[in-house]
């Protein structure tokens, strides 16, 4: 598999840039929680959609925990499809995060991108673990 | 291939090393373009400019031949190689920490990169004293 010594790198390289892009959000939320509420909002309309924003952020550190975890752990580190399509889903995200800081988006923005860029991959990722640790294959 | 008692590498320091790597690549070029956008956009000294910019070209310096002597020491089972690199792993954290802490203007972005680079080398420092321990127990050539 000569195509492991680019799809490794690069599959990490995009965990890490999507976390990294999901803790500055974590960081600094309030132009964002701001950009979703009306112009004349009440301070509880406010808690709600910042609570909403940080579930949403928790989730995602939390399915990027998932993955790390399996890929560290050697379970989907040598498997190129997986590679792949976690590779291309984070990286694109990051770059939809990317736009998310810069144009100021909303929270509902933000679940689009949960949704493809972070929900996917770990999906495939958790179906790795349960066939390899679970079911004692060594691939899928 | 060696039989499993004859082969003290470890695997996830390799894994570790190669991976920081890749990882300090990136996060040169990002400093680079992270500098150059700081000093476009805030009052920067000079004096203060030439300190950063020199840290950081000698931090790759540092980190290059730590993972160099790190990869090669691990593979070849040399214990002075292993223990030159993980001496380097002081300064190279040290420096992380300047960048996270104690820089001129140190943006969110840089503090999050440089406390990622702070766990990798927490990791390679455990992984590395185990490795050498194992180094140690048996002779090696």
């Known amino acids: ?26 960081w600094a939320r309030e132009p964002h929680v701001l950009a979703s ?12 959609a910042d609570t909403e924003l940080l579930v949403a952020l928790g ?35 990051t770059l939809a995060l990317g736009f998310f800081l810069f144009e100021r988006w909303g929270c509902g923005a933000y679940w689009g991108v949960l949704g493809a860029g972070s929900v996917l991959p770990a999906a495939t990722e958790l179906l790795l673990l349960v066939v390899v640790l679970g079911c004692k294959r060594k691939r899928l | 291939m060696a039989p499993r008692s004859r082969q003290l590498s470890s695997a996830p320091l390799q894994i570790l090393l190669f991976l920081n ?12 373009f992270i500098f150059v956008y700081k000093v476009l956009l805030l009052p920067y000294p000079s004096a203060n400019l030439a300190l950063d910019v020199l840290l950081l070209f000698l931090y790759l310096g540092v980190e290059a031949t730590r993972i160099f002597f790190g990869s090669k020491g691990n593979l070849c089972q040399r214990k002075v190689l292993l223990s030159i690199s993980l001496a380097l792993t002081l300064p190279a954290a ?9 820089q001129t203007y140190a943006l969110r972005l840089e503090a999050i990169l ?6 990798f080398y927490a990791a390679e420092l455990l992984l590395g004293i185990l490795t050498l321990v194992s180094f140690s127990s048996r002779d090696s050539y």
């Open chain 2, 114 to 119: 440089s406390a990622i680079l702070l766990v």
């Open chain 2, 21 to 32: 790597g890749w990882y300090c690549a990136t996060y040169f070029l990002l400093e680079a």
């Open chain 2, 94 to 102: 040290t420096m992380a920490a300047y960048y996270l802490l104690l």
């Open chain 1, 37 to 48: 509420l009306p112009l004349e909002f009440a301070p509880e309309e406010y808690a709600r």
């Open chain 1, 1 to 26: 598999m000569a195509s492991l010594g680019v799809l490794v790198p690069a599959r990490f390289l995009a965990l890490t840039a999507h976390l990294v892009a999901v803790l500055t959000i974590l």
């Open chain 1, 59 to 93: 989730t995602t550190v939390a399915l990027l925990a998932l993955e790390l975890g399996g890929f560290f752990a050697g379970v989907s580190m040598f498997h190129p499809p997986q590679a792949l399509l976690s590779a291309t889903a984070h990286g694109g995200a």
